[in-house]
């Protein structure tokens, strides 16, 4: 698999579907990590996923401490508005992990300060907007790692 695309508490079903249809279509692994602010079983997650969710390479974990503690060493990018760093900068390798947080708040002020040294942001270039929305976000990111491989 060429990618890890990992999700802290998603909120919204519709972005996690559309995500989990991206994962599959760039042969990627979807990572979720527990509280989301919807049940996997809501026909807007299936929807956005249409009829390919049943296809997904999906791993689901209980909390965050849960999904790090399992993958302890391998290779991560953090992905947020509070990046210094561009995305395209980021030192992209096969299997490598790219983490989103949930819509409303983005990652949280423990992950970003234990993780600063790979914290990488989309640029935008309006002052109207906080950030992407995080289905295109992750869209971004991994075609540019793609891109690199």
């Known amino acids: 698999m060429p990618f890890n695309i990992v999700l802290i508490e998603p909120e919204i079903p519709n972005n996690t579907g559309n995500i989990g249809r991206l994962s599959l279509g760039t042969r990627s692994t979807l990572h979720l990590v527990k509280p989301f602010g919807f049940e996997l079983s809501d026909k807007r997650v299936k929807r956005a996923g249409l009829d390919y969710w049943q296809h997904l390479n999906v791993l689901i974990y209980e909390n965050a401490d849960d999904f790090f503690s399992q993958h302890k060493g391998k290779q991560m990018a953090f992905l947020s508005s509070h990046g210094k760093k561009n995305h395209w900068d980021?030192?992209?390798?096969d299997d490598m992990f790219f983490i989103f947080g949930k819509e409303?708040?983005?990652?949280?002020?423990?992950?970003l300060e234990k993780n600063k040294e790979q914290l990488y942001?989309?640029?935008l270039y309006s002052k109207h907007i906080r950030s992407l929305n995080i289905a295109n976000a992750v869209s971004i990111v991994v075609y540019e790692g793609l891109k690199h491989l």
């Not at 980021?90 to 390798?93: L, M, R, Y």
Request: aromatic residues 6%.
């Open 90 to 93: 980021i030192p992209f390798k």
């Open 104 to 111: 409303s708040v983005g990652l949280s002020k423990s992950i």
């Open 121 to 123: 942001k989309i640029p």
